[in-house]
Structures are given as C-alpha cells and as structure tokens.
C-alpha cells in the first residue's frame, strides 16, 4: 500500500525567506501524481502545485517550486520570499494514474509558520 | 471556479444521535469524496462515489454510510454518533484525473 511521510510537523520561516517543506512516499507504481495542497486556518484546502510522475522537469508556480526525485521517493516543496498568507498547513498528497477514482493518500501535514 | 458546498461549518450533536452532513458541487464532477481529519494524522478517506448510487469505501467507513442519490450531492451519515467521531469532516470532487476541489470543511462536535 501506498504511503506518504511528512516528517516535519511544524515549521517556520522568516518574512521574505526561503523555506522548504519535506515529503517522502512509498510506492511499487511507477505512473502517478503528486501534490502539495494548502490549507489556511478556518479555510478550505487548496492546491498548490502537481507534479507528474512520468515528467522529469520540477514543476513550478510562481513562489512555489518543487523538487521531484523519483528515484529516492521524495517530493519536497520550496516556497521562495514567503509571505504573511503562506501560513498554513500543507499537506504532501499522491495518487496513482490507473483510473480516474485511485485514492488520493495524504501526509500528515506540516504546519507553517511565517515570522514578520 | 468550482464550488463544493458543505452545509454547515460547525455543527453540535449528541451521542446517539443520527446525523446527516451535506456536500453539493456544482461542476458536474462524478467523483465525490469524503474525508475525515483529525491532528498529526492527516486526511483520511471514509467513503467516495464515482457516479450516481455508487459508493466505495474508504480506510476507515466504520460507522458511517453515504448516499449519493444525485450527481451533484454526495451525503455524509452517521448513524448513531459518538465522542470518538468528533472531528473536521470534508467533502471533495474531482472530475477524471484532474485534481480535487475541496468544501470549506465542517467541524463536527459529538458530546
């Protein structure tokens, strides 16, 4: 079964910094997506950028970039010049490509925080 | 934009009691999901249905059932609530493979 590992339950980042957020899996598939999703307090959930297991280049948006290994299962989020409303909760998150319902299987979030 | 509409934001029931959370999303998805999340573990599936009257269970569907009897309404039920299923509840769709839209979430205390 598929799992997903965020080993830093919480975090936090000075005004106008860089920061990264850690996300490891474990799979035996080898055609699937990987997420990060945000979730401010007291709203809804969001994404924040996808990554196709099949594509070598790291996906970007705007501050938001990735850094997709395949090889080592690890996916991990950098946000750069962070900003007061990227406080949040950011959940890693994976499913597989076979069908069009797969589970999407969630880490356990990690909490960040953004120091002005 | 899509929107997944959870009908209430907080709710407070008492153990015993049969209680019903509502999802509707307006994009015509045929998946809907229902999610539970509790703190340091993360969002974990209850059930999810791929199209009208069809349902699937989830990780963890033990003491709860759903109901899908239109496309774009997808019903959370528990049928004799406890303290142990206090928690936010949340509701998704997705459409094929495209990524999941998610409700603002319902927190949901049993005392």
């Known amino acids: 079964a598929q799992t997903v590992t965020q080993s830093q339950p919480e975090m936090s980042v000075q005004e106008a910094e860089t920061v990264t957020l850690s996300c490891t899996y474990d799979?035996?598939?080898?055609?699937?997506?990987l997420f990060w999703y945000k979730q401010p307090p007291s709203r809804q959930m969001i994404l924040v950028i996808r990554?196709?297991?099949?594509?070598?280049q790291n996906a970007t948006e705007n501050r938001f970039s990735v850094n997709f290994q395949k090889a080592a299962k690890s996916f991990s989020l950098k946000i750069s010049d962070s900003q007061l409303g990227d406080a949040a909760m950011y959940f890693c998150?994976?499913?597989?490509?076979?069908?069009?319902?797969?589970?999407?299987?969630f880490g356990p979030g990690t909490s960040l925080s953004v120091i002005p | 934009d899509v929107k997944v509409t959870q009908s209430s934001r907080y709710l407070v029931k008492r153990t015993g009691e049969k209680v019903f959370l509502e999802c509707v999303q307006d994009m015509d998805h045929e998946n809907m999901f229902w999610y539970r999340q509790d703190p340091g573990l993360g969002l974990r599936l209850i059930y999810f249905s791929y199209d009208v009257k069809m349902k699937e269970k989830g990780d963890i569907p033990e003491g709860y059932s759903v109901s899908r009897e239109k496309k774009e309404r997808f019903s959370l039920i528990l049928e004799s609530a406890s303290t142990n299923q206090t928690s936010m509840y949340l509701c998704a769709s997705s459409f094929g493979l495209e990524p999941q839209h998610f409700g603002d979430g319902t927190r949901l205390s049993i005392l």
């Open positions: 799979t035996s598939e080898s055609d699937y997506y």
């Open positions: 990554q196709e297991a099949y594509k070598q």
């Open positions: 998150a994976y499913r597989s490509r076979k069908t069009s319902y797969d589970k999407v299987i």
